[in-house]
């Protein structure tokens, strides 16, 4: 095995039934991604991006075909294990930002931690580094009701990153933003990729792909195009880092 | 994650509706309460009707004389004179388990004084009675056996007499009364011994020795005794035993062949007792199982509540499993939130059960006796329903799928 692969997807399916009706969400996908790649994944609604997503997230299970994550098997895995997996390897971003409602930034960065099991203190001084990271270390104790949009996000990102995780998946991370804070979120982005993180991003916009350093296109449930291509370069807005 | 961590997320997720989390424990509250107030009532009930029979004394038999039989009707027991005097030297003697015997005759009577009169239960009984029923005597003596052997007239006179005679507080000793015609010489006088559990006053009586009430009242001392004998057995233990022990004996004496009634009966007080523990003992467990099914119904609402709060935060439970929640993380949250809801309804239905059961205490002056078990238990058994109603929303809520939780809107 590879030292530096971290996702290997052999002929992966994913077949859903409801009643007589067979849905082929994915259908034989087989994708590698390297220690350090930057992956966007692009398709139309309806061409398995998200299930794909999904069962790279840990959240479901291939229905045949082998999933190998960080050199771990992961299909046919418990759920206590893939939760375990998704805690210590994994790190979520969602169109929906996804954050506990009526609890500050500092403990939604702390959460992942809680379930690691890491002590009070420590929980605490690494989700502030994270929140730091991302540029709202003013921002600690705010509710999400109390931030924008862009800054919701960047907590979300914080919390994806506070248990130091091999792989950070986005699933349309700037889908809910307008196209200014669009920009800054993936400056962020790029900037965790270049410090070493490997970056999985599901998107249906060409200009958020192109901040990526390999586009793969999905149709009905398989991958019609794979290419490396040169990551444009996500300049933030000078006003908008808060 | 931490056990403090975990009450820490029960206690704010129950905290952010105030309203519903009060209105959830409701029914616990006021099963527990009810609970509470019950037992209290019941244990000082129960404590009432003991003291009641401890202070008529709990080894006391009596031994009452037989019934008439004529053309097939049948009198009560004492209607007709079956125990003789030699009987009652029998019990005395005879009878290993029996401490001491003291015949008693009675008869109602006016005591009349130098100013009032008052008509009283005259009871002529032997220096032990006032032993066996664990009455001392306040001012003066009480009847001694040379009393008893020479007839003299002597009597000791119950508070309330003293109270009607010559007001609260006198000392009527060495004072002149009549009984009837029969003057007689104050020697002693009773100590209160207050109201029966049927509400008899015990101290509207007056004690002559028996000798001089056969005599004067009953025209002679013949074989048979015109009442009954109060027994006292050795202790509450041997009650059982003395009550057997002089069946036998009083069946040998007179001369009953197997199968024959006897012709008297003895009085158990400590069975009257029992029996009387009993029905407060089904009053207080009748009324505790209705407590019991409203505190059931209080863990129906906290399912019913818990099922609500696991559909609403769906979402909530979701997040927790993509960032790495373990199923059994989600279900110790939701059965720490639902144990949480139901210990504070016990806890609070303590309070309220303890203040309600001093409030009728004190407002209808009855008995209560709060027993630490009684609270320790309610609350246990308060956690054990909130764990029983909790666990199934709870396994549903660890079971949901992370995907559809994640999209749940």
Redesign the interface.
Known sequence: MDEGRVIELTDVTKVYRTGDVELRALDGVSINVEKGEFVAVMGSSGSGKSTLM?IV?C??RPTTGAYVLAGRRVSGMS??EL??I???TLG?V?QQF???S?TTALENVE??L????IP?KARRSRATRALDRVGLAQRLHHHPNQLSGGQQQRVAIA?AIV?DPKVILADEPTGALDSRTSVDVMAIFQELWRSGITIVLVTHEAEVAAFASRVVIMRDGRVVSDRTQQAKRAEPAPEATL | MSPIQTLRVALRAILRNKLRAFLTTLGIVIGVGAVIAMMAIGAGAKQRVEEAFAAMGTNVLIVLPGSTSSSGVHGGFGSLPTLTWEDVTAIRTDVGTVKSVAPTLRSSMPVIGEVQNWTTSITGTSPEYFDIRSWPIALGVGITQPDVDGGTKVIVLGQTVVDKLYGPNANPVGQAVRVGSTPFQVVGVAGRKGQSATGQDYDDAAFIPYTTFARKVQGGLGKYLQGSIMVAATSSDTTSRAQQDITALLRDRHHLAVGDDDDFSIRNLSEIANAQQQGTDTMTTLLASVAAVSLLVGGIGIMNIMLVSVTERTREIGIRMAVGAEPHHILIQFLIEALSLAVAGGVIGVALGVGLAVWLAARFQWPTLIQPDVITVSVAFSALVGIVFGIYPARKASQLDPIDALRFE
């Open positions: 999904n997230g959240l479901d759920r206590s939760a375990r998704r805690n210590q979520f969602f996804n954050l506990l009526r959460l992942p809680e379930y690691a099991g009070a919390r248990n």
